[in-house]
């Protein structure tokens, strides 16, 4: 707890009457979308690739951005979540030659590496294809590193730009005595178990599965208490809407849906009960439709490193392998990821 006119940014109400979410210190969402597109069409915008005395390559239009972004304050901790898919047209000129086509990137997304972004091609024109060829490899083999950059400057204006506002900054206030630090006496205690969870990293966790149910089934495998009390065998509570809380497993599990698109996707803010109090992943579950039945793409971020075995396994064991054997969702051998 703060102490008296020590100005602790989390405790000071004095700007609201009611004192609510006082500094964004609670959860606060900012869509960024609309910003994201501008700022990546400016960037990509004229940029010129290749050589004026071989091929020159020039981006004459950002045709088309697809995707959105969203940035998360949760007690002062910031959180990206974006993906994006561009489609540039350019032109490509040699001495004599000319040639329009389009290179779409896939992939620039909070998930993956900028490495990892991936390049599309299409052709305008259907002649001159040795011209729109020699274009491919520039870009592939000489001038990847250029898109590279602009999507590496797009996450660092996302981080340092999009951010107006959604941090406290104390104000200046001459009036205010700054209390004089006292020198810490060392301690040869032991830190709580608490403290030393605290202090621990975290990781990421990454799970890919299959079923043999309709992407609306699984869905409702995460969203519905009949079916989730089924396989749990448990008691859980469900507010299935965005930012309502919930709690599975007795307890055990709990959060709060941050996004839902039925059939297809939830984003849950998730801790388990023994993390440390203010410890909470973010959990995505994306679902695909195929022809025998679904994938599911499991992502959650900021799971305490100590942890990170143990829930994996859950998720597993827990969660996937009982869903199949409480409702029949098995995997037929054929059904490959």
Known sequence: MAKWDERDPRWIVEEREDAKNVNNWHWTERDVSDWSRLKLKTLFSQLSLGSPDETAITITEVDKISGEASINNRKGKLLFFYEWTIKLQFKAESADKEVTGYVTLIGLSFENTTDEIELEFERKEVEIEDLFNEAREIFIHKERHKLIEIAEKYKELLRTDATAGMQYTPKSDNSISTPELKPKVKSNSVPSKQSQVLQQETTTINLKEKFLASSQDIYECFTDAGRINAYTQRPCQLDVRVDGNFSMMDGIISGRF?????????????????????????????????????????????????????????????????????????VSPSFSL
Do not use: H
């Open 258 to 330: 941050c996004k839902l698109i039925e059939g297809e996707l939830i984003e849950q803010e998730w801790r388990m009960s023994d993390w440390p109090q203010d410890s909470f992943s973010y959990l995505q579950l994306k679902l695909e439709k195929t022809t025998e039945g679904c994938k599911l793409y499991l992502k959650q971020n900021n799971v305490p490193f100590k942890s990170a075995e143990r829930t994996t396994q859950g998720w597993k064991q827990q969660i996937f392998q009982r869903i199949r054997m409480t409702f029949g969702y098995g």
